[in-house]
């Protein structure tokens, strides 16, 4: 007769790691709370600091918590942005002069906290989908609840936008897609490519990421309804803010 497996207890850094999650998700710690330091949880639980380390690092990696050199860790909890794929780029939305980001941070405050609108030739990858060797480029980062969230890069044929407000900071209503309107090559077709990956060292500095965070990419082009490209967009995303969703007929 087999014996039944004994069930083993996981290890104690597990057990803390638990009880602390389970209070943040519970709500009685929130965004931005302290955590326990491994003074305290040394004290509580009556273990080493390896151990007490062991049991934050958890958390950390789970992306619910982020240490703050020299203050402790703090809870990293973020209610996800929902990103609506045809929804937000609708021609209703842009079309009648409302951001493309009111359809995906409905009502939550956001900010376009960095832009910078330059001349550039385009690189060869660029060039290949633009059909174009010089570029209009804007590089924005965007904010929601006061956290950065997004980069994003735009590249616009040069021959087809310079003049154009979308060679200005501000491109006023509607953003950039309402003045390829009034350019007369509205965009009418979208593509997106969706992939995830590890930061680089300035895209974690600029969305202030923990460490072992990964981004979503998001490379998406606008085409003219009779097929000319007309924007390539660069999107990278902090993937503990966002929730894409794809809505498709069956």
């Known amino acids: 007769m087999s014996e039944s497996p004994v069930a083993h207890e996981p290890p104690i850094y597990r057990r803390i790691a638990d009880g602390l999650r389970a209070r943040i998700l519970s709500g009685e710690l929130r965004d931005g709370d302290r955590l326990p330091g491994e003074n305290a949880l040394m004290s509580e639980y009556a273990i080493a600091r390896a151990t007490a380390r062991q049991a934050l690092a958890v958390l950390i990696n789970e992306g619910l918590a982020v240490p703050k050199r020299g203050s402790g860790v703090y809870v990293r909890l973020f209610k996800p942005i929902r990103r609506h794929g045809s ?3 609708s021609r209703e939305q842009w079309g009648q002069g409302r951001a493309i ?3 995906d941070t409905r009502g939550r405050p956001f900010t376009v906290d960095t832009v910078e609108v330059v001349l550039e030739r385009a690189t060869e990858d660029v060039a290949a989908v633009l059909e174009s060797p010089e570029v209009w480029v804007r590089r924005r980062r965007y904010s929601v609840d006061t956290r950065p969230v997004q980069l994003a890069t735009s590249y616009f044929p040069a021959h087809l936008v310079s003049g154009s407000a979308i060679t200005l900071t501000d491109t006023g209503p509607g953003g950039a897609y309402a003045r390829l309107g009034d350019l007369g090559i509205p965009p009418a077709h979208f593509t997106e490519e969706v992939r995830a990956r590890m930061p680089a060292p300035r895209e974690s500095g600029l969305l202030d990421l923990p460490g072992g965070t990964p981004v979503i990419v998001i490379s998406r082009t606008a085409y003219t309804s009779g097929g000319l490209p007309i924007e390539l967009n ?9 929730v894409l969703q794809y809505d498709f007929d069956a």
Request: net charge negative.
């Open 234 to 242: 660069e999107m990278v995303l902090d993937s503990a803010a966002y």
């Open 101 to 103: 980001w009111d359809a």
């Open 87 to 89: 929804r937000r780029l």
